[in-house]
C-alpha cells in the first residue's frame, strides 16, 4: 500500500519557520508581550508560547479603554484556555488621570503609548525579561513610517527596556494573519474578530477622555458589534464613535439635549484601504433604536459613508 504523504501547508510551514526562529533567538532566556485579546497579539502570543513555553509572560494591561466584557474575555481565554502566564495590571487611573484635559488626537495617542510603556516597563523589570516580542504587522510600520498615525507598538519601547525586540508577524498583512491565526488553532471568536486600535476607546471619544464618556461609546460600541453579528454582515470593522456633540431632541413632550453617536462599517482587505459598507436600512435603524433606548445620554445616531482614502478607518 503506497503511503499517503503529508503536504504541509503555507501557513504551516511559515510557522515552524517563526517557532524555530523565537526558540532560537530566546533560548535560556524569558520574553514579555503585550497581550490585548486582539487578533495579532493573541496570534503572535500563541506562537511565541508554541516556541517556548514557560519562558513567555503576556501581560494584560486594562487600560479603562477596552471592549465590553474585554478584561473577562482574555483572562478566561489565554490563562484558562491556552495555560499561558498571564500577568493582568489594572491601570485605568492612570490612564485616565494622564489624559484629562487632552483633545489633541495624536498627543492622546502618545500619552497613551508613553503610560503603557511605564506600566509595562515596571512588569519587564519584575520579570527580568530579555527579549520583547511585539505582534506588529506590515500597516503598523507602514503607516508609522508616513505619519498617517503612530501606533504604540512601533518604536521606543525595545529601546526604553533594553529588550531585544521580535516581531514573527512583522511582514504579514491581517488577512495573512488569521490564516496563521486558524492554523494554530485559535477559536474564531478570536481569529474572526474585527481589529481594534492599539489606544482602545479612547480614540473614539473626541475630545478630552473620560470614565463617563468611555462608558458611553463602550455600549454603543457592544451594540454595532452585536447587530452587525446579528445581521450576519462580515465586515472589516463596526464601531461606534463618540462625536462629543451634543443636538437637540425630544423626550416624551420635553426638549432633549444629549449626546452624538457616529456608526462606522467598513469593508477592506488588509486596512490600508477600505469602503464604507452598504448596511441594509433596517439593520441600522434597529442599531439607532437600541443605542437611543439603551444609552439615556446619547439622542441621535448617524452613519460614517466615507471611504478610506480621504478618511481613515478610525476617527481619530
Request: net charge negative; charged share 30%; with cysteine.
Amino acid at each position: 500500500m503506497q503511503k499517503k504523504v503529508k503536504v504541509i501547508g503555507m501557513w504551516e510551514r511559515f510557522i515552524d519557520e517563526k517557532v524555530n526562529e523565537v526558540k532560537e533567538k530566546v533560548g535560556g532566556g524569558k520574553a514579555i508581550i503585550a497581550l490585548s485579546g486582539g487578533v495579532d497579539s493573541s496570534t503572535c502570543a500563541v506562537l511565541a508560547h508554541k516556541a517556548i513555553g514557560d519562558k513567555l509572560y503576556a501581560v494584560f494591561v486594562n487600560t479603562g479603554f477596552l471592549r465590553k466584557g474585554e478584561p473577562e474575555f482574555v483572562i478566561e481565554t489565554f490563562r484558562n484556555e491556552f495555560g499561558i502566564n498571564l500577568i493582568y495590571v489594572d491601570a485605568q487611573e492612570r490612564f485616565f488621570e494622564a489624559l484629562k484635559g487632552v483633545t489633541d488626537p495624536e498627543e492622546k495617542r502618545k500619552i497613551i503609548g508613553k503610560v503603557f510603556i511605564d506600566v509595562f516597563e515596571e512588569v519587564a523589570n519584575e520579570i527580568n525579561a530579555d527579549f520583547l516580542i511585539q505582534g506588529t504587522i506590515a500597516p503598523d510600520w507602514i503607516e508609522s513610517q508616513g505619519k498617517i498615525k503612530s501606533h504604540h507598538n512601533v518604536g521606543g519601547l525595545p529601546e526604553r527596556l533594553n529588550l531585544e525586540l521580535i516581531e514573527p508577524l512583522r511582514d504579514l498583512y491581517k488577512d495573512e494573519v488569521r490564516e496563521v491565526a486558524k492554523e494554530l488553532g485559535l477559536p474564531e471568536r478570536i481569529y474572526s474578530r474585527m481589529p481594534f486600535p492599539g489606544p482602545g476607546l479612547a480614540v473614539r471619544v473626541l475630545g478630552e477622555v473620560t470614565p463617563e464618556k468611555v462608558a458611553i461609546v463602550r455600549e454603543a460600541n457592544a451594540i454595532v458589534e452585536e447587530e452587525i453579528e446579528k445581521a450576519k454582515l462580515k465586515p472589516w470593522q463596526a464601531f461606534a464613535v463618540l462625536l462629543g456633540v451634543k443636538t437637540v431632541g425630544v423626550q416624551g413632550d420635553i426638549r432633549a439635549y444629549k449626546e452624538t453617536i457616529a456608526v462606522r462599517v467598513v469593508e477592506s482587505l488588509d486596512g490600508m484601504t477600505a469602503n464604507a459598507m452598504n448596511v441594509p436600512f433596517e439593520v441600522l435603524q434597529k442599531i439607532a433604536f437600541r443605542i437611543t433606548s439603551e444609552i439615556p445620554e446619547v439622542g441621535r445616531v448617524l452613519y460614517d459613508i466615507t471611504n478610506k482614502p480621504p478618511a481613515t478607518i478610525e476617527f481619530e
